[in-house]
């Protein structure tokens, strides 16, 4: 029997009308392939994953491949989202063993859940020198049957060696100006001065390596810094990366020009380039970079947003193309044709000249993805965004991609920092309201008495699995924005809650950071990686909240934490910067400072206290953090003995254990706040 269709996962959900004897990880997966004396199947994948959909179709939906596997094997069925320690494991020991990585991951584990044999997709016949799934099944099922010493010691010797990979942590002292500038002039070297960004194809968006840039040009001034996140940042919203009529990103880019993207959707890319858009034009006032932030943040809202106030994970790559057939891109492609259909002919020619909508096409079968104009050239700013609206209109009337509306507790603590911002930076207050509603549903349905997280929950019902670091990391740091932005006392306190936590749970005596808690599943080893992957690592993302956190409430053991985890940054910084960029991002802050401000008023409705506040949010002083009351007020420790200069609202300005002279003038703190 298939055991998914109980499953709060919308990537297990998929897979529970398959022929094949589905488990979902649990203990009695094991127990069962003990009794049965047979090997277990792992499955990784997600619910916008296209490679996934298409083993799924031509595998796991066939029911003589079902037929061999539910003899043969027990299948347990993975989404990474929901169990990223469990992914991490499994996804290191694939790397080990091949080189490679990625989804769907295949994984053959002995009933001790020690694996032996590895790949990702397999097809259903044997192509370009892959074997097919059904050889594959038949090797595995005929090595277990006939040379089960050779799989128990190759299973062994596997685990043996992921136990001997423990990362060298060692140095508990946090990088310096030496390592700082030694990561910016590795970045340097890897980057791609034609068409920004970093390295070849595929090409991601460096969201956290921008954060550092934007914050090392702050703290230093360095115009090189400045100009690689410009350059990429305009790139990237040029391209076919960017979502031309919707807004939001896709997940990556199939070439080095950022012209077609892998269409998929995800909560985590739109909230960390939101959040960098933003910052973009904090630091430069670009018109570009205004837009992007806001029409990311509005697709957030828009399509992102489940009824109980959170954000779904992503969107699919895939959709119903209008035969009925699941086509890669379908929704968001265009023929001169349809631009025809749509626009009439002469807005059609300026739109396929505006949008590089070519009778080749740039995409497949014809049809292009939408970028913006990669040279010079006039064109009627009212006529363009006409053309804009009828489309993004008409696109709405195409099926949709599907989306996974599993609300992710990390992703959600990115999405309210992004959105809390840049409510705050551009006088949009409903998004600073969809960033409470977010952290409201965080809190009342993912923390439970002991502030222990629930990783995810799906239509207000909350998930059995343990939230691990990322979690904790990220909703803290979400938790700081909004308290930082709205004055709320009350999501510093939560923070520190969730800190605690990470302190208890997650950190070993040298400073050294787990993902998982101390108390979680025992997996074959326990996770642990400092480096960035699509968002910034449990690791440096914990040292970032512990930062400010320490900041914002003189917290000795937050910040001496902050400092240990950034050790590992001073290891890797300067050897593999693209790898770590968040934690470079934290360490210009605790370089800087970071500075504390705190504005107190008579009001927080006084008009010169909200020119005072949104002065102190939109200073570039890397990892600043503010506070903002009344005297009176007791919310935050940086109010405390805080008085009003002559009866007006004042500022004050601190780092380092000294403080400016307090100032009632918004430009004298702007220029305090400059870097």
Known sequence: MNRLAHETSPYLLQHADNPVDWWPWSAEAFDEARRRNVPVLLSVGYSSCHWCHV???????????????????????????????????????????????????????????????????????????????????????????????????????????????EFPYGDTRAPGEEELAQALLGLTREYDPQRGGFGGAPKFPPSMVLEFLLRHHARTGSQGALQMAQDTCERMARGGLYDQLGGGFARYSVDRDWAVPHFEKMLYDNALLCRVYAHLWRATGSEQARRVALETADFMVRELRTAEGGFASALDADSDDGTGRHVEGAFYVWTPAQLAEVLGPEDAELAAEYFGVTQEGTFEQGASVLRLPQSEGVFDAHRVESIRRRLFEARAGRPAPGRDDKVVAAWNGLAVAALAETGAYFDRPDLVDAAIGAADLLVRLHMDEHARLARTSKDGRVGANAGVLEDYADVAEGFLALASVTGEGVWLDFAGLLLDQVLTGFTDESGALYDTAADAEKLIRRPQDPTDNAAPSGWTAAAGALLSYAAQTGSEPHRTAAERALGVVKALGPRVPRFIGWGLAVAEALLDGPREIAIVGPALEDPATRTLHRTALLGTAPGAVVAVGTPESDEFPLLVDRILANGESTAYVCRNFTCDVPTTDPERLRRALSG
């Open 55 to 165: 083993m799924a179709h031509e595998s796991f939906e066939d029911p003589e491949t079902a037929g061999y596997l539910n003899e043969h094997f027990v299948s347990v069925k993975v989404d990474r989202e929901e169990r990223p320690d469990v992914d991490a494991v499994y996804m290191e020991a694939v790397q080990a063993a091949t080189g490679q990585g990625g989804w769907p991951m295949t994984v053959f584990l002995t009933p001790d859940a020690e694996p032996f044999y590895f790949g990702t997709y397999f097809p259903p016949s044997p192509r370009h020198g892959m074997p097919s799934f059904r050889q594959v099944l038949q090797g595995v099922h005929q090595a277990w049957t006939d040379r089960r010493e050779e799989v128990a010691e190759v299973a062994g010797k596997i685990v043996r060696d992921l136990a001997g990979r």
